[in-house]
């Protein structure tokens, strides 16, 4: 065999060599990368994760029980009671806290009440001595801040985009809400005041937090009003 044969011929395999390392490299730096990638989406998921220890210490009731824990749970949700507004939406938070789960670790209230009902009694001409009603339902979630819990939205554009009349709406979209009115005629009520807050154990539909019309005019400085207006 010539020289110049072994010489072209060590040449073709180092070439060979070359590109099958790079391809090699360039391989396990992308499995590196795509392996910090999930690592950092892990990392950034957990670090999110909230602590009911964390929420201030005058809202965690996790030592409370009985009528204490009841009435403690009442001022909280209606103290923090707030109303926020959007563009087409109008929206009701309330006050967060903490109990004791049934092992006896922390809790936040949302994680066994995981329904909220909110009931209204709107302006208008009462029927067969009735005021209009509306109640608002959906899932009890901690709000950003966890000392509160997520606003319930109300859809005022597309209910009032709607015939009035008594019945149910199931809205699911951003903001998934089951929305109910009864007596209503004529025209939507555009003033609602809160009169009733449950949370309920949706496990155990008997297990609730109730906080009445009565509760709510002693705990309130004044009445939470809604405005339905374009």
Not at 33 to 57: E, Q
């Amino acid at each position: 065999m010539s020289k110049n044969l072994v010489y072209n011929l060590v040449g073709y395999v180092g070439v060979v060599l070359a590109a099958f390392m790079g391809f090699q490299i360039a391989t396990s730096t992308k499995n590196l990368s795509t392996g910090h990638a999930n690592f950092g989406a892990s990392l950034t998921k957990s670090s999110v994760s909230r602590d009911p220890a964390a929420i201030r210490k005058n809202y965690d009731f996790s030592g409370l029980a009985g009528d204490a824990l009841s009435q403690a749970s009442k001022q909280r949700l209606a103290s923090g009671a707030i109303v926020r507004k959007s563009d087409s939406d109008v929206g009701v938070g309330l006050g967060d806290f903490v109990i004791s789960s049934n092992d006896g670790q922390k809790a936040f209230a949302c994680q066994k009440y995981g329904t909220v009902e909110l009931s209204f009694e709107g302006d208008g001409s009462a029927i067969n001595g009735q005021k209009p009603e509306m109640q608002v339902e959906g899932s009890c979630e901690v709000a950003s801040d966890i000392n509160s819990i997520s606003p319930l939205w109300i859809p005022v554009a597309k209910i009032l985009g709607e015939p009035v009349a008594d019945g149910e709406f199931d809205f699911r979209e951003q903001h998934p809400v089951r929305v109910r009115f009864a007596n209503v005629s004529g025209v939507w009520p555009t003033t609602w005041r809160l009169k009733g807050v449950r949370m309920i154990d949706p496990k155990h539909p008997g297990d609730e937090v109730k906080v009445s019309d009565e509760d709510l005019a002693d705990l309130l400085d004044r009445p939470l009003i809604l405005s339905f207006t374009n």
